[in-house]
Each structure stands twice: as structure tokens, then as C-alpha cells.
């Protein structure tokens, strides 16, 4: 896989896209990480847009932009209803990157236990069953984000399951399914 720097320069050479300066890392609440990969990114660049003249491109949210994605992406519903949202699993999820000005967000899971992993969140799938996974981490969704351009949506190529499924193998859920002894 390729590496944050060598994704980075490779978009800094691309005609049309614009790399940030570096201004700073997101705060995030206790309890929460930032992944290492993003961590990298953010000492790196500041944000950066691929190809923001085309209505396929995509913004990689600046710190500052790096916000709750029920914030963003469930606005009215979480201005009217917060109890509905706060201490659910969909709190450790943060936007890292929109198309256009919405609806299509992709975000990113700060929880410990799903530490990376990024999600399809638009709007009417954003922390359901129906919301996707995307990627297993930054890198591999700035990859595939850079690679893909215009083609169809790089997950339709790929299937890591669902928000709130339980897999093992992506530990999606902080706790264990239970293992039945068959006869």
C-alpha cells in the first residue's frame, strides 16, 4: 500500500487539485483518537481537494473542519433530538471528506475499538445499517478516493460489511459474538 507522503505528492502533481498547509490536528473529546495515518496527514497538509472543479470531486476537510459527523450530516435532526445521538456508537464518528457540499460525506470512526475505519455517510445511511464501509483506514480511502476520480463509487468494487455489524475480522463492534458448541 501506499504511504500518506507518496499519496500527498502524487496529488500535489495532479492538475487541479490543492494540498493545504499544515494547520494543526482536530481536537477530539476524551476517549476518542485520532488514527495514525490521519495523525500523519494532518502533519503533513492542512486538508486538500481532489479535483474540486469537477462535480465527482471530493474535499478532504481541513482540523478545523474535522467535526461530529451527526453534527454535520444530521444537523436538524441532532439540534432537535441530541439524546437520540449522544453515547451512541455513531459518537465516535467524524467527517473526513465531502463531495461537493453534501450529501456525500465519507466518515471516519475515532472510537478506539473501530479506530479508522471509514464509513459511507450520506446523509439518509449516514450511522445505520445501510452506511457501508468504505475503507479499512485513511490511507486506503485517500487511495482509492485519488485513484478512482470518476469512475463509480471505489466500494462498489470492495465489501467490508456495514456500520454495526458484527465482524470479527473488522471488529465493527466492541463486543464479542457468542460461540455456540454445535453437536
Not at 473526513?96 to 459511507?120: E, K
Not at 464479542?176 to 458448541?181: A, F, W
Request: hydrophobic content about 35%; some cysteine.
Amino acid at each position: 500500500m501506499t504511504t500518506i507522503s507518496e499519496i500527498i505528492a502524487q496529488v500535489g502533481q495532479e492538475h487541479g487539485c490543492v494540498i493545504e498547509p499544515p494547520s494543526g490536528l482536530p481536537s477530539l473529546p476524551q476517549g476518542l483518537l485520532l488514527p495514525p495515518d490521519l495523525h500523519e496527514f494532518y502533519s503533513l497538509c492542512g486538508g486538500m481537494d481532489l479535483f474540486p472543479e469537477e462535480d465527482w470531486g471530493w474535499r478532504i476537510v481541513a482540523p478545523s473542519e474535522f467535526l461530529r459527523a451527526d453534527h454535520v450530516i444530521l444537523e436538524g435532526a441532532y439540534q432537535d433530538h441530541p439524546e437520540d445521538f449522544d453515547g451512541t456508537v455513531s459518537e465516535g464518528l467524524y467527517v473526513i471528506a465531502v463531495r461537493g457540499c453534501g450529501p456525500d460525506y465519507i466518515s471516519i470512526d475515532t472510537h478506539p475499538a473501530r479506530l479508522g475505519r471509514c464509513f459511507d455517510s450520506y446523509s439518509g445511511d449516514h450511522a445505520t445499517g445501510s452506511s457501508r464501509v468504505v475503507a479499512l483506514n485513511f490511507t486506503e480511502m485517500l487511495q482509492k478516493l485519488f485513484e478512482n476520480r470518476q469512475g463509480v463509487s471505489f466500494w462498489d468494487n470492495a465489501f467490508y460489511g456495514y456500520f454495526g455489524w458484527p465482524d470479527e475480522r473488522l471488529k465493527l463492534q466492541a463486543r464479542p459474538s457468542l460461540k455456540v458448541d454445535l453437536p
